[in-house]
C-alpha cells in the first residue's frame, strides 16, 4: 500500500458539531490532488449520509471507506493504519480522541476550537480554523511531513503523550485551579448583576440577574435549612507528592450532636 493509505481516522458522525460538513468539502479537493490519498473514516449518525453522497458523486469508493460504528476496543487497530488523523469538531471542549490517535503515533490535524488548543503541544499538531481552505492547508502540510519523513517516530509520539494525562498529573492541574480559583476576588452581589446587565446586553443581561437573584436568594434558603457547621471540612493538603499536614480541629458542638444521635 502507499504510504498515504487510510492516512485520515474520524471517528464520530453525529451532529453538525462533528464537522462533517467541512470533511465533505476536503475529501474531493484533497483527493483530486493527491492520487495515494485514502480516507479510513469511522462513526455513524445522521450526517453520514453527506459523506455517502460526495463519495458516490465523485466515485470514491476504493478510496474512502465509511466503517460505521466502532467498539471501543477496535479504536486503536483503526488509528494505527493511518498516518494523519483529522479532527473537524465545531465545538469542543476537550477531544479525546486527539489524544488517542496521538498515542497512536498519528500527527494530529485539528479545528482550533474550544479547549482543542490546550490538549497537546504545538509538536504534535496542526491547528486550523474551521474553514476547508485552512483544514486543507493543515492537511497538506501534514501529508508534506509524512512524504518527507519529518516525523517523528509512532512509538517516539506515544512515549511523549502518555506522560502528559498520568492520574498524577490531572490531579495536579485539578489542585492548581481549585488553588487559582480560591485566589481570586469573590465581588459583593451588586457588582455581580452589574457585570451580568453590562455583558448580556439590555434584555438577557436582566433576565440573567433575576435567575442570579433567584439563585442567591435559594442559596440563603439551603444555608438557613443546613448551616455550614454540618458540612464536613475537607482536610487540607500540600501535594500529591506530600503527606497530609494539616487537620482540621474537631468541632465539638457537632460531636456532641454526634454522640446524641448515637444514643438515639
Not at 177 to 185: D, G, I, Q
Not at 202 to 225: D, E, H, K, N, R
Request: charged share 25%.
Amino acid at each position: 500500500p502507499d504510504v498515504l493509505q487510510s492516512d485520515l481516522c474520524k471517528k464520530k458522525i453525529r451532529d453538525g458539531c462533528a464537522g462533517t460538513d467541512l470533511l465533505s468539502g476536503i475529501i474531493p479537493e484533497l483527493c483530486q490532488k493527491y492520487q495515494e490519498l485514502h480516507f479510513l473514516i469511522g462513526g455513524e449518525g445522521p450526517k453520514r449520509i453527506i459523506l455517502e453522497e460526495v463519495r458516490e458523486r465523485y466515485q470514491l469508493h476504493d478510496r474512502v471507506q465509511l466503517l460505521g460504528a466502532l467498539e471501543h476496543k477496535d479504536v486503536r487497530n483503526v488509528l494505527v493504519q493511518g498516518h494523519i488523523f483529522l479532527n473537524t469538531s465545531l465545538t469542543e471542549a476537550f477531544c479525546m480522541a486527539i489524544v488517542e490517535a496521538a498515542s497512536c503515533g498519528l500527527q494530529v490535524v485539528s479545528t482550533k476550537v474550544g479547549g482543542i488548543p490546550e490538549v497537546l503541544p504545538e509538536s504534535l499538531i496542526i491547528l486550523c480554523e474551521p474553514s476547508v481552505k485552512s483544514l486543507c492547508d493543515g492537511l497538506e502540510k501534514a501529508i508534506f511531513q509524512v512524504k518527507s519523513g519529518t516525523l517523528p517516530a509512532p512509538e517516539n509520539i506515544h512515549n511523549v503523550v502518555k506522560t502528559f494525562y498520568t492520574w498524577r498529573n490531572v490531579a495536579e492541574r485539578t489542585e492548581k485551579v481549585y488553588e487559582r480559583v480560591s485566589k481570586e476576588t469573590v465581588l459583593p452581589m451588586h457588582k455581580r448583576l452589574d457585570r451580568l446587565i453590562s455583558h448580556c446586553g439590555p434584555v438577557t443581561g436582566y433576565m440573567f440577574a433575576l435567575l442570579a437573584v433567584l439563585s442567591y436568594l435559594f442559596l440563603i434558603f439551603l444555608q438557613w435549612m443546613t448551616p455550614d457547621s454540618f458540612i464536613d471540612v475537607a482536610i487540607d493538603a500540600t501535594g500529591p507528592r506530600r503527606a497530609w499536614t494539616h487537620q482540621w480541629p474537631r468541632d465539638k458542638k457537632r460531636d456532641e450532636n454526634d454522640k446524641i444521635s448515637q444514643s438515639r
